[in-house]
């Protein structure tokens, strides 16, 4: 099962092209700039237009609706990429700043809501599960149920997302009057990077504009050599959301500084990586085998055999994804066919506006049971 899971994965390259060659003359996503750049959150009408019906047979809509495949599988994979995310920012403050005083108290607080992201994640994979299977077609009953609880999960972590700004001010006035690693600043910079996100997805041009004045405090290059100095868990939760990024048109400081293509084959080698880890883990999360070539699949700054500080929590959450071999075929499928889309706008944060605010509506109607498509 591990090897067709890699051929399948380390194929997507191939598919990629292929989809993006017989999809390109056929598509037209066009987006009038002027209109659009005014308030990217009204785009969310869109994806609610088909809203109304109850998702009473999920699987059969799976089957017989394309976009409506695409937008469960692509909300879906930004779920649970941004909710292992989250999680892993949570380890990596605790790394990096339990020792400054200054951030006692939003490190409480976000160890408070530690417990509920690592539940919202295994909700997120029951529902992954299910998916999967639903994709392999094989007869999933409780996949309707599955999937409108861990939407459900997912809406409601979203509103521990000012632990990120919260972190993001205290490194801000601290780096202002002390010198600071490059970790702490690294992880500051990450969690900017997921309120952009968190902003594109909600349509929220006045956050996003208050995060682009922050800006980084490290550059793109000693950013990605400093997400090195973090396990390979941590490692492979980043690239992976940054990739997701990519795929939605939003730069990241990861994505800008590791080329497309190396980036998508070091995720790739990431899965396989993973699913190592989950075989071969011991009680201690030590002594586990390396898949063979990973380092030189790897940019050179990452480290694949970094495995000290591994939790079971982070373990758990990077295989899930790894695990899922349909859902990660269809993912790559759809983001063929969206890249593939001439964007008539050569305003990038409108375009990354238009098809994030349509998953969050695919995201928001799906908790509430709702039939939800975009319209991409």
């Known amino acids: 099962m591990k090897n067709?899971?890699?051929?399948?994965?380390?194929?997507?390259?191939?598919v990629i092209a292929a989809v993006g060659f017989i999809v390109s003359p056929l598509v037209d996503w066009k987006v009038d700039s002027e209109n659009a750049s005014g308030d990217i959150g009204k785009t969310s009408r869109?994806?609610?237009?088909?809203?109304?019906?109850?998702?009473?047979?999920?699987?059969?809509?799976?089957?017989?609706?394309?976009?409506?495949?695409?937008s469960i599988v692509a909300s879906y994979y930004v779920m649970q990429t941004r909710a292992n995310q989250f999680a892993s920012l949570v380890d990596m403050s605790n790394e990096v700043a339990s020792d400054i005083p200054e951030y006692a108290s939003v490190l409480e607080d976000m160890n408070k809501a530690y417990v509920t992201v690592n539940n919202v994640c295994a909700s997120l994979a029951r529902s992954g599960a299910d998916i999967n299977t639903a994709l392999g077609g094989e007869s999933c009953p409780e996949l309707a149920q599955n999937t409108i609880n861990a939407s459900l999960a997912y809406v409601a972590l979203q509103k521990q997302n000012e632990l990120a700004n919260?972190?993001?001010?205290?490194?801000d006035k601290y780096a202002a009057a002390n010198k600071c690693e490059d970790r702490l600043l690294f992880v500051r910079d990450q969690w900017v990077d997921y309120?952009?996100?968190?902003?594109?997805?909600?349509?929220?041009?006045?956050?996003?504009?208050?995060?682009?004045?922050?800006?980084?405090?490290?550059?793109?290059q000693k950013s990605v050599s400093t997400l090195g100095s973090f396990n390979a868990c941590e490692q492979m939760t980043l690239m992976n959301s940054a990739n997701v990024a990519r795929v939605f048109y939003m730069n990241t400081q990861v994505n800008e500084a590791i080329p497309a293509a190396e980036l998508r084959a070091a995720v790739d080698a990431n899965m396989i990586f993973a699913n190592n880890l989950q075989e071969n883990v011991q009680e201690n999360v030590?002594?586990?085998?390396?898949?063979a070539n990973a380092e030189k699949i790897l940019p050179p700054m990452m480290n694949a055999n970094n495995l000290e500080g591994i939790t079971s929590e982070a373990l758990s959450r990077v295989v899930v994804l790894a695990n899922q071999d349909m859902?990660?075929?269809?993912?790559?499928?759809?983001?063929?066919?969206?890249?593939?889309?001439?964007?008539?706008?050569?305003?990038?944060?409108?375009?990354?506006?238009?098809?994030?605010?349509?998953?969050?509506?695919?995201?928001?109607?799906?908790?509430?049971?709702?039939?939800?498509?975009?319209?991409?």
């Open 4 to 14: 067709r899971k890699a051929i399948i994965i380390l194929s997507s390259a191939v």
């Open 46 to 70: 869109f994806s609610r237009k088909t809203s109304g019906e109850s998702l009473s047979n999920m699987e059969e809509l799976m089957r017989s609706d394309e976009a409506y495949k695409n």
């Open 166 to 171: 919260r972190f993001i001010d205290i490194t």
């Open 195 to 220: 309120q952009r996100m968190t902003a594109a997805l909600e349509g929220d041009e006045k956050a996003a504009g208050k995060l682009t004045d922050k800006g980084y405090l490290l550059d793109s």
């Open 286 to 291: 030590l002594g586990l085998l390396v898949v």
């Open 327 to 376: 859902v990660q075929g269809a993912f790559e499928l759809f983001s063929a066919a969206l890249a593939a889309r001439p964007i008539v706008t050569s305003d990038v944060v409108v375009a990354s506006g238009l098809i994030c605010s349509q998953v969050n509506s695919v995201i928001e109607g799906t908790s509430l049971g709702e039939v939800c498509k975009m319209i991409w």
